[in-house]
């Protein structure tokens, strides 16, 4: 029910979906449901709806949509998932609310602090994973060493990579550079098993130099709000210059098919959503605005998600990496002291 | 003597400034710069060589450049402040000793607990001032209040903003939304005179409706570079797209000079440099790879800040807000209790 434009654009996209061999549960307003799959050729495909008579708006907060809308359409899927009749769930609906039901209906991976949203941002060369962009705020260091190695997980069992590299987001890159939690969040990555390169500015994000970018949640949130709006406003300026004359009007429509296909490189929501990493299954928080083929993407990222397992690597790296990430930290250990 | 490259770039800028009615000292090696000089036509001009023998390298630590190279180009320029003979800086060099100097040999405006680094930043509308870009990390509530106030005195002065708007930089407009540093700030922004209108996002920075947007420095050094690098990244892949049919390459070329004006409109360098404020006098650092044109720019924002006393009001408006940015937040309270 979620999202911008609801069913009308979900159903289409579920169902896109389900023409790729995975199984479906539609949660949500029965007769409207039906009406868009009635438009649809859906003959042979595992589609199920899941009735849900309430909605969480976009202006409810996320505590409300939990306690009072027990009967809402993110938190009968999210029942859904932890029941075990589904393995994930995807939503473009209120991201406070998808992240709030995701980890307190669902539930948390054992060993896991805090779950975090990991975004799939389109770089020059392959995608990046940055984590966190939102679910927490004030993460210490041993929280950003998780959000690494879930981040490492995804880029190894969904995005294929094999031995994925991965920084902390920072503001130089020679050690000692950053605020106080990157500086001890530091120590913590380089005893870790992962491919650590240490930290990564700002700009190495869309170099695509980098595969797995850390952050608090705080800056990432603002990373990625910040991207979206400055290549909205680059293309809107753009635009406003090539209408100046009817000679770059002329050379726009010339380069039209360019101009889409850089579209679709810089567009985030080909990439399909953020997964919230750490939950007993896999939520996908996907923009209000998402398209079908962005809602259809980030259905196949939760499904290859779960079909690669990645939840039990998930378990596993962490359990390696306990003692690293247990918070008896220096600078805890000094102030218990 | 900073920069990419050196006296070749910021001599020719000096002179373009002198020309505009600026009185000049260009500090550094007098052999390299009185070799510049005279390939140009510098009658009648107010320039004047102050010599220093030695050069802060780009690799070297700001607190090595203060203390080891006492004869810096750097040092000597900000001595010259100091002791009355000019009345701002502007450098292409390393930007951690041009904020070390700044701060140390320039000095402090008595009230001011941290000097920022503001950046202008082209928008879709008029330039936005965001504050700090990287002069300090965890910065505390009360220092974000100061960065504010800073920069507001920027945007009324130099930008000539009449009631400029301030926003902090947060995960959501909502009061409420934030890390704990940027919540307790709110309190002090809603309780001061600035025009506040509550808390900017990522997004709000491009679309130009927000004049000033205030944030800590590790996380405005981070939305900066990642700026500079996904526009980078932007016109790269435009680029590569629009060069893989003729027909696009003849669109391109076609559209050439909104092409170049685009460039303009959204190139950072054209706005001349982040003025560190906070000093007895302005220290503006500049990209080492600034280009002539964005290296006058710097100096008129210098000139411009020193002739309509931004500095004095500075120190009217800190004083004004004594009570609100004296560090006495509820927290600090309880933690003394």
Redesign the interface.
Known sequence: MGGDFGPHIIVPAAVQAARQGISIALVGDETKIEAELSQLDTKGLDITIVPASQVVEMEDKPADALRRKKDSSIQVACRYVKDGHADGVVSAGNSGATVACGMFTIGRVKGVQRPALASVLP??KKPCVLIDV?AN??SKPEHLLQFGLMADVLARYVLGYENPSVGI???GEEEGK???T?KEAFELFRNSQLNFIGNA???????GDVDVVV?????G??????????????N???KR??K??W??K??????????R??KK??DYAEYGGAPLLGLKGIAVVCHGKSSPKAMTNAILVAARYVANQAHAHLATELETHRGLSAGTTDAEKSSAA
């Open positions: 770089t020059e939102g705020v004030d987001l920072s503001i950053g605020n106080a990157v500015e700002g700009r190495d994000i869309f170099t952050c608090d949640g705080f800056v949130n603002i990373a990625l709000k910040l991207s979206e709006g400055l290549a909205s406003s680059m809107k300026i753009m210059e090539l100046r004359s000679l770059s002329l050379g726009a429509l010339l380069s039209y098919r360019a101009f296909r850089f490189v810089v």
